[in-house]
């Protein structure tokens, strides 16, 4: 089923840990997003790519990193992850953002302990 | 720099009752708005687009220029609409990404 998957749903981990957070599309978009969100607050953009070896920092500055050598994937990554980084990360992609918006997948909840 | 205003987080009506969620945006070219829900524990979906002039489970949404306004409304409240409401703008020039509001939780009580 075309859909956007992320992995994993809930991560509790350590500070100092590499993380990787996955995001995969099975829809053929070109265009895909990572947003942070704390819980009942706004969406801030951190990352977003336009398509294979395209990648661009958003609007919240984030020390995560992301990759784009597939189009269907578009994982993040943290370094070394600190209890600041705990936060909820959503994937989204598009076809056509006007006509269509985003979809977005279900999103990784990350704490960092 | 474009931005979206949602006033209130927290919303509380009576099923039957009508329901409005504002939203409010800053941009100085022709924007493109969005209205977006997430349902206890499920993924943030589409409500309904400016552009497709639509209604989605009774919500309606119009662009008010003048006022720079997007408010969501629905004439009857009922229990399976509470939710977060999330009101979201593409700005030509910006990118291709969408700017979001901070939220507003709609309660519909019995």
């Known amino acids: 089923e075309a859909d956007i998957y992320q992995t994993p749903r809930y991560l509790v981990i350590g500070t100092g840990k590499k993380i990787t957070l996955e995001c995969s599309q099975t829809m053929g978009h070109d265009k895909m997003y990572w947003y942070q969100q704390d819980p009942g607050m706004e969406l801030h953009l951190i990352h977003y790519?336009?398509?294979?070896?395209?990648?661009e920092k958003g609007d919240l500055s984030s020390e995560s990193t992301v990759s784009r050598i597939r189009t269907e994937h578009f994982p993040l990554t943290l370094e070394s992850a600190r209890p600041s980084h705990t936060s909820q990360y959503l994937c989204?992609?598009?076809?056509?953002?006007?006509?269509?918006?985003?979809?977005f997948g279900s999103g990784t909840r990350l704490t960092v302990v | 720099a474009q931005r979206v205003t949602q006033p209130e987080k927290l919303l509380s009506v009576f099923k039957g009752a009508p329901v409005e969620l504002k939203c409010n945006y800053s941009y100085s070219g022709s924007p493109e708005l969005f209205w977006y829900v997430q349902y206890s524990r499920q993924r943030l979906q589409l409500l309904l687009r400016h552009i497709s002039r639509e209604s989605i489970k009774g919500f309606t949404a119009d662009l008010n220029k003048g006022e720079t306004s997007f408010h969501l409304k629905k004439p009857f409240a009922q229990e399976e609409d509470s939710a977060m409401y999330y009101c979201a703008l593409l700005g030509r020039g910006g990118g291709n990404k969408l700017t979001f509001g901070t939220g507003t939780q709609l309660k519909v009580e019995l």
């Open positions: 989204a992609s598009s076809e056509n953002l006007a006509l269509y918006g985003y979809t």
């Open positions: 790519s336009y398509g294979v070896n395209s990648t």
